[in-house]
C-alpha cells in the first residue's frame, strides 16, 4: 500500500484534459509538505514533471500544471499527446516514516 | 549541464556483493544530496537513502535501513550504492539522483538513465 494514494489509470483522447489525484494524510501533505510530480516515458528514466506543487522546471510544456488543497493534490495535462502516454508518480516527504514517499504511479493512456 | 551518470547493467547471483556507482558533473557535487531509487520490475519507485558528499552523511529508508550502505567520494565527484550479499528480490531497476531541497519539501530534480540489477538464485 502507498502512503500517496493514485488512480492506477486514467485515458484521454488527443486534445482533451485529464486528471491525476494524488491523496496523502495529516503525515505528509496535510503537514504542509509540498507534492512533486514525475514523469516516466515507457523504458526510460524518471523526470521531472512539477516541483513544490506548482512549478514547471524549465522545458516542461505548460500543458502540465499542478495544484495541491489540503492533503490531496492534482496533475493535470491539457492538450493531450500521443507523447504524453506514460507512468506519472506523485512524490512527498512523510515525518512520521522519516521517508520519501512516492505514489504507486497512474498509467495514462492516449486512445 | 548537470548530469548523472550510472554504471552498467550487472548480473549476479544471490550471496555476491555488488557496488554500482553514479557520476556526477556540471555542478558542486559538494552541496547536494544523493539519493538513490530502487524500481522493481513493473513496479513503481521507492525511495532507498541519500548521501551527502560534502561530509558524507547518510539516511536510509525504514525499508533499507542494515539492507545496503550508500556512499560518495567527492574526489572523483561519484555515489555509490553497495550490497554485501545480494538476494534475489534486489532485482530492480536502480536510479540516482539530485536531492533539492526546500522550506517546504524535497525533491529529485536530476536523475541518472538506471543500472539494471538482475540477481539469479
Known amino acids: 500500500q502507498s502512503v500517496l494514494t493514485q488512480p492506477p489509470s486514467v485515458s484521454g483522447a488527443p486534445g482533451q484534459r485529464v486528471t491525476i489525484s494524488c491523496t496523502g494524510s495529516?503525515?505528509?501533505?496535510?503537514?504542509?509538505?509540498?507534492v512533486h510530480w514525475y514523469q516516466q516515458l515507457p523504458g526510460t528514466a524518471p523526470r521531472l514533471l512539477i516541483y513544490?506543487?506548482?512549478n514547471r522546471p524549465s522545458g516542461v510544456p505548460d500543458r502540465f500544471s499542478g495544484s495541491k488543497s489540503g492533503t490531496s493534490a492534482s496533475l493535470a495535462i491539457s492538450g493531450l499527446q500521443a507523447e504524453d502516454e506514460a507512468d506519472y508518480y506523485c512524490?512527498?516527504?512523510?515525518?512520521?516514516?522519516?521517508?520519501?514517499?512516492f505514489g504507486a504511479g497512474t498509467k495514462v493512456t492516449v486512445l | 549541464e548537470v548530469q548523472l551518470v550510472q554504471s552498467g547493467a550487472e548480473v549476479k547471483k544471490a550471496g555476491e556483493s555488488l557496488k554500482i556507482s553514479c557520476k556526477a558533473s556540471?555542478?558542486?557535487?559538494?552541496?547536494?544530496?544523493i539519493a538513490w531509487v530502487r524500481q522493481m520490475p513493473g513496479k513503481g519507485l521507492q525511495w532507498m537513502g541519500i548521501v551527502y558528499p560534502g561530509d558524507s552523511d547518510t539516511r536510509y529508508g525504514p525499508s533499507f535501513q542494515g539492507q545496503v550502505t550508500i556512499s560518495a567520494d567527492k574526489s572523483i565527484t561519484t555515489a555509490y550504492l553497495q550490497w554485501s550479499s545480494l538476494k534475489a528480490s534486489d532485482t530492480a531497476m536502480y536510479y540516482c539522483?539530485?536531492?533539492?531541497?526546500?522550506?517546504?519539501?524535497?525533491?529529485?530534480?536530476?536523475w541518472g538513465k538506471g543500472t539494471t540489477v538482475t540477481v539469479s538464485s
Open positions: 556540471g555542478y558542486k557535487f559538494t552541496t547536494y544530496w
Open positions: 513544490g506543487n506548482s
Open positions: 539522483a539530485r536531492r533539492i531541497a526546500t522550506s517546504s519539501g524535497y525533491y529529485m530534480d536530476v
Open positions: 495529516n503525515s505528509n501533505t496535510g503537514a504542509g509538505y509540498d
Open positions: 512524490q512527498s516527504y512523510d515525518t512520521s516514516l522519516s521517508d520519501y514517499v
